[in-house]
C-alpha cells in the first residue's frame, strides 16, 4: 500500500482489489498503457504504477467491481468508483461516502459521472484526503 500511496500521490493511479483466481482478465485488454498485468489468466492483475494514467478504463470493465481510482495529488482525495445503483447522482451532488463493509466515512462531492464501457456508471467523487484509500462506494442522498 505504501508504493500506491506514494504513486496516487503524484496523479491518479488504479486500485485493483481483486484477490479472485478466476479466468478474468477484462482489465488487462482495457488498459490503453499495457499498465495491468497478469502471470496467467487465472492470477489476480497487478498495476505497474509507472505507467497508469489512472485513466479508470478498468474500472468499468471489472465485473468484480473490484477497481478504483485514486488521486491523493490535490488538498483532497479523488475516488473514481463503479457504482450501479439508482438514482444515479449528479455532478455538484453531496453523497455519503461508504468503506467496504458499507459504513459512512464521511461526505464527498461527486465531480464526474460517466457511463463505462460496459453499464456500469463511474462516479468520481472528491472526499477528505484521509478516507480516500478506504472509500468504495456512495449513497446517494436524494430521493427518487
Known sequence: MKEFVLAASKGPK????CDESIPCDPCVHACPVNAIEKDSLVSPPRVLFEKCTG???????????AIFVV???GDKGRVTLPYEFLPVPEKG??????????RKLGKGNVLRVTAGR???MLVTVEVD??????????????NG
Open 14 to 17: 488504479a486500485l485493483i482489489e
Open 55 to 65: 485513466c479508470s478504463l478498468c474500472v468499468g470493465v471489472c465485473p468484480g467491481l
Open 71 to 73: 488521486d491523493l495529488s
Open 93 to 102: 451532488e453531496i453523497v455519503d461516502v461508504l468503506d467496504s463493509q458499507g
Open 118 to 120: 460496459e453499464r456500469t
Open 129 to 142: 484526503k484521509q478516507y480516500a484509500l478506504e472509500v468504495r462506494n456512495i449513497m446517494v442522498l436524494k
